[in-house]
């Protein structure tokens, strides 16, 4: 309906298309973004790490093993081989909402990009116009625009029909649509990797919440056992009280330790709920809705060979130095974007259509309509609100780059510290299970010795509150591995780059595979 022979009217716009792809190919104002090297480190602690940790009999006893530039399973947590543990984060990473606001976050930005890659083309539209007016002037003629059409009287209303197509066009010579859109690809980038943190977090956080809930559970159940055992003893002092062998003392002090071994209990259990709240959150449920699979420290096995990436692989696999990188990336574009507005900016435009009194007469030859427009316009004076503008995006960038090193520096600290807990950890679960074991016996003889009359009862009490506190003791020490286990994969970035839902672009793009 708009115009008829488009090729031939819109040829007198071609040399403008043409002049828009020379323009586009121009250098864009402003720094270049280059990625910041890796740090020039080849260890992440001070002293060289052994290869292997010690061992020691029980759960979570196992000798590790680290092996430098292992590769990380994209599931890192199938390492530990419990089916109870994979179903927690395989629905966690189907229901948690803190994922799921990421992922749409991410196809916002992503969105959000390709709709300013838009501002690289022209905006080209058409109307179509139709209006009944009075003039007190009558309108004469048979041609075109104003007068186009049949005659009319002095005063007689008459239609006015248009019908056009307008092109509009501002060149990016200086670069500044290009920033703009760098800035936007880089938001995108850094909200991939806020995706990639977020989903890294959830996982090890699951891990790290089922085996404190399996922890507490043994510290529990130890606890009852003590109780038990501690019961037993009491009610064999009440009937020693009885018979009258021993002093009523004796039996009071056996209730005020039983008392003090119950009240550990509450802030366990306590503990346990709590932990199971969190365990719900993360699996985007109520806490009424959720039930946790059965899960003990004895079901959950203890990777033996971890996995080490090299320090100069540690910057391209953790999301959050990625994500500073984008920080960064987009804080560098932004100064091109304030160098630019600072610089001429050129409009162009041009319409072409018809006009005419009635339907029949607007596409003839006479009402043609047509005009070609260009301008120029550069800031002169504007307070120094451009200047001003410039120097506080040249300031943000550096302080982009600032926080990137910082997240770096840290993303080293966590991966140091964590390597060294494992090696700690090991240790101190092996004190302990021989500290465990030592007070087991050291209480079976003073209780023997106790009833031959050859200590008195406060010697009993001392070894059964050793003895209470080497349990608890080990089964925290052995917990602990296994978290820090988790840690070590969450610091080195968790092998995302490994996972099947990671398509090969993406991949190559963050600069992780060859």
């Not at 033996?304 to 804080?331: G, N």
């Not at 900016?345 to 009402?367: D, K, M, R």
Request: glycine residues 6%.
């Amino acid at each position: 309906m708009m115009i008829h022979n488009t090729s031939r009217l819109l040829r007198p716009f071609r040399p403008v298309g043409l002049a828009c792809a020379a323009l586009l190919s121009g250098c864009a104002v402003g720094p270049n973004y280059h990625p910041p090297k890796a740090p020039q480190v080849s260890s992440y602690t001070e002293q060289r790490l052994p290869a292997r940790t010690v061992s020691a009999p029980g759960v979570g006893g196992a000798s590790q093993t680290l092996v430098l530039g292992k590769k990380i399973g994209g599931e890192w947590w199938s390492l530990f081989h419990s089916p109870s543990l994979d179903l927690l984060i395989k629905t966690a990473l189907a229901n948690n909402p803190s994922l799921l606001a990421a992922q749409n976050a991410l196809l916002a930005a992503q969105d959000t990009v390709r709709a300013q890659e838009g501002s690289f083309f022209p905006s080209l539209s058409g109307s179509f116009n139709a209006t009944r007016e009075r003039s007190p002037f009558g309108v004469s003629g048979s041609g075109g625009a104003g007068a186009a059409g049949a005659a009319s009287s002095g005063a007689s209303p008459f239609s006015l029909l248009n019908a056009s197509v307008s092109v509009s066009y501002a060149p990016d010579i200086f670069g500044g649509v290009r920033r703009q859109v760098e800035n936007l690809r880089a938001q995108a980038q850094n909200q991939r990797f806020a995706l990639e943190a977020t989903y890294l977090a959830l996982t090890a956080n699951i891990v790290t919440a089922a085996v404190t809930d399996a922890s507490l559970k043994a510290q529990i159940e130890a606890t009852d056992q003590i109780i038990a055992a501690e019961e037993r003893e009491l009610r064999i002092l009440r009937r020693q009280v009885a018979l009258g062998g021993i002093p009523a003392a004796n039996a009071l002090t056996q209730e005020a330790q039983l008392a003090q071994t119950r009240a550990t209990l509450p802030p366990l259990q306590s503990q346990l709920a709590q932990e199971r709240n969190q365990l719900a959150a993360y699996e985007g449920v109520m806490p009424d809705q959720f039930h946790l699979p059965d899960l003990d420290l004895a079901d959950i096995v203890l990777p033996r060979h971890l996995p080490v990436s090299l320090p100069s692989d540690l910057v391209r696999q953790r999301p959050d130095i990625r994500e500073a990188a984008a920080t960064l990336h987009e804080e560098t574009a932004l100064v091109g974007v304030a160098t630019a507005n600072m610089l001429p900016q050129i409009t162009l435009s041009a319409g072409v259509g018809h006009e005419a009194l009635s339907a029949a007469a607007l596409f003839t030859p006479q009402t043609l309509l047509w005009n070609l427009a260009a301008g120029v316009t550069q800031p002169l004076f504007e307070g120094g609100t451009l200047l001003y503008k410039r120097r506080a995006a040249i300031a943000t960038m550096r302080e982009a780059a600032a926080n990137y090193q910082n997240t770096v520096v840290l993303a080293f600290q966590n991966v140091s510290d964590t390597l060294l807990a494992l090696q700690y950890d090991a240790s101190t679960l092996a004190a302990d299970t021989t500290a465990e074991a030592s007070a087991k016996a050291s209480l079976a003889v003073i209780e023997r010795q106790y009833r031959l009359g050859g200590v008195p009862y406060t010697a009993v009490l001392t070894a059964e509150q050793t003895y209470q506190t080497a349990v608890i003791a080990r089964i925290k020490a052995s917990a602990q591995r296994y978290a820090d286990t988790a840690a070590l994969f969450q610091a080195l970035g968790g092998g995302w780059w490994n996972r099947q839902d990671i398509a090969h672009d993406v991949r190559t793009c963050c600069g992780v595979l060859p």
